[in-house]
């Protein structure tokens, strides 16, 4: 029976990062590594700032989601590119594959937001301290956040809804590990001429606006500590911002080189490769930076700890 869109497509086959027989091993064991990682360190840190009400603070509040949307993201291709290892053919279902694009969609550009609003705290925390208590008051951080998820609805439904109006005929090999955009257009018997604006415009959006922001942001933050006397305080505070700068470089970079440049056949394989820095290396190193040179993360593991002894 075929999907009520008219698709004659019931199910889609995912080829996966590589079809070499002697990489499976290797590299199914590495992205396994890689998404316990995650899962733990963001588990973790969702954990850590519920039980310790200390950590209840505007950063704390945007690391708390951004630590649940990166748990979730990671789950939402993760078990399905670890079976590509280790399968001789992934199936995914028409509805089961657009259902993983819809929440892929969602939860990448929460992320986007969400980083915004953690460099925008950051910035009112160093530049304008005085008037932080007014400028992030719980009010306006769940007015970001708010903000934040509508803005993921509002992309993740645009690029589900042009998907669903595509017919697909007799292709169903989609050559990627997730039911990712544009490999999907390449499979499409109708035109996609529209799936191909909404992803330049949508995607020029969710991309453009907060990456600017952030780096604005950091650009004053950075000007903001050249003027501290202290050498040793100058150097923690570049190492801190830098480590920051370079999370959010690979997620919001390779973002705009996987869906704002035109796509061809041989740019999906490429894009590929590009695709595990946002959806596998980000995730896993957000909790690692955000949390590794905090001492209030420090301090409430050890503290949360002692309590399990007794």
């Known amino acids: 029976m075929a999907p009520e869109n ?162 697909f005929c007799d292709a169903n090999t989609i050559n990627h590990y997730f039911c990712d955009i544009l490999p999907m257009l390449h499979l499409s018997c109708t035109s996609t001429y529209v799936n191909e604006m909404v992803v330049f415009i949508v995607g020029g959006i969710n991309i453009t606006v907060p990456s600017l922001t952030i780096f604005i942001s950091y650009g004053c933050i950075l000007s903001n500590i050249l003027q501290i006397s202290s050498k040793e305080s100058r150097s923690k505070a570049f190492s801190t911002c830098s480590s920051h700068i370079v999370a959010v470089s690979l997620f919001f970079g390779s973002g705009a080189f996987m869906y704002l440049r035109p796509s061809s056949a041989g740019f999906i394989n490429e894009g590929k490769i590009y695709s595990v820095l946002y959806t596998n290396v980000v995730p896993m190193m957000n909790p690692l930076i955000y949390s590794l040179r905090n001492k209030d993360v420090k301090f409430a593991l050890r503290k949360t700890l002692s309590r399990r002894k007794f």
């Open 6 to 167: 008219g698709s004659f497509v019931t199910e889609f086959i995912l080829v996966g990062l590589t079809d070499q027989q002697g990489l499976r091993l290797p590299l199914f064991l590495l992205f396994l590594a890689m998404y316990v990682v995650t899962v733990l360190g963001n588990l973790g840190l969702v954990t850590l700032i519920g039980l310790n009400s200390y950590l209840h603070t505007p950063m704390y509040f945007f690391l708390f989601n951004l630590s649940f949307i990166d748990l979730c993201y990671s789950s939402v291709f993760a078990p399905k590119m670890l079976m590509n290892f280790i399968s001789e053919k992934n199936i995914i279902s028409y509805m089961g594959c657009m259902t993983q694009l819809f929440f892929f969609c969602f939860f990448a550009i929460s992320e986007c937001y969400v980083l915004m609003s953690m460099a925008y705290d950051r910035y009112v925390a160093i530049c304008n301290p005085l008037l932080y208590n007014i400028a992030m008051s719980p009010k306006v951080c769940c007015n970001l956040m708010l903000g934040s998820y509508l803005m993921a609805l509002s992309g993740a439904m645009a690029h589900t809804g042009c998907m669903l109006r595509l017919t």
